[in-house]
């Protein structure tokens, strides 16, 4: 089975600090994608990577950063951590593009204070 | 401007009755259409894909259609347990693009 998994379940930060949520994936999937899910508004892409040191934005990039220096690892960077960046962050593998399943991990719940 | 939308509302069923979920999009040219099943605080999970050349795709008591005129998908469980209580997403991917784009989801509610 994929697995995915992701640094933190929950994380309390303060406004302005930098905060690094990490995404590992154990099946040598080609695809990362990191997304902020918010109800009402439900998934969005916020950087997606398609190969080692590769990435592309996605709809809400602004204010985000993202690294894949490993081909099963993709962090995503809060530069400057602001209260509207309080969401549930969901990282999701696949195996290529093309319409793929993508494998979830559980999420991390980032509050900013 | 493009849009995909679910039925925001909860769908509440009795147990043993078919649930229809709803997926309408516009401005799109999807290649494929999934569906994920969410459960409280939990990543979505894929349950199925239809192409965009394909009526109807069927997976145990799972079954998706896929009308590219009325650009809409149905997904229907049958014979509903209350262990199918969750929130269902469906996702376009997009002809010729990596993106998959997400609807905000139907929270299904199986009754006993």
């Known amino acids: 089975d994929v697995k995915v998994t992701q640094s933190s379940r929950y994380l309390v930060k303060r406004t302005g600090e930098k905060v690094f949520l990490e995404c590992v994936q154990d099946?040598?999937?080609?695809?990362m994608f990191w997304y902020r899910q918010d109800p009402g508004l439900g998934l969005r892409l916020i950087y997606f990577?398609?190969?080692?040191?590769?990435?592309e934005k996605g709809d809400i990039p602004e204010g985000y950063s993202v690294s894949r220096e490993k081909k099963e690892r993709f962090s995503l960077i809060l530069e400057s951590a602001s209260t509207n960046q309080t969401s549930m962050y969901l990282c999701?593998?696949?195996?290529?593009?093309?319409?793929?399943?993508?494998?979830f991990g559980p999420g991390t719940r980032l509050t900013v204070t | 401007s493009q849009k995909i939308e679910q039925n925001s509302e909860a769908l509440n069923i009795q147990e043993g009755k078919t649930a229809t979920l709803t997926c309408n999009y516009t401005?799109?040219?999807?290649?494929?259409l999934q569906w994920y099943r969410q459960d409280p605080g939990r990543g979505p999970v894929f349950l199925l894909l239809?192409?965009?050349?394909?009526k109807e795709k069927r997976k145990e008591r799972l079954k998706v259609t896929f009308d590219t005129t009325l650009k809409q998908s149905l997904f229907h469980i049958t014979a509903s347990q209350p262990a199918d209580s969750a929130t269902y997403l469906c996702a376009l991917v997009v002809s010729g693009t990596y993106k998959y784009i997400f609807g905000t989801g139907t929270r299904l509610k199986v009754l006993a």
């Open positions: 999701a593998s696949s195996l290529l593009s093309g319409g793929y399943e993508q494998y």
């Open positions: 099946m040598d999937h080609e695809n």
């Open positions: 990577s398609y190969d080692v040191k590769m990435k």
């Open positions: 239809i192409r965009e050349n394909e």
């Open positions: 401005n799109y040219s999807p290649a494929y």
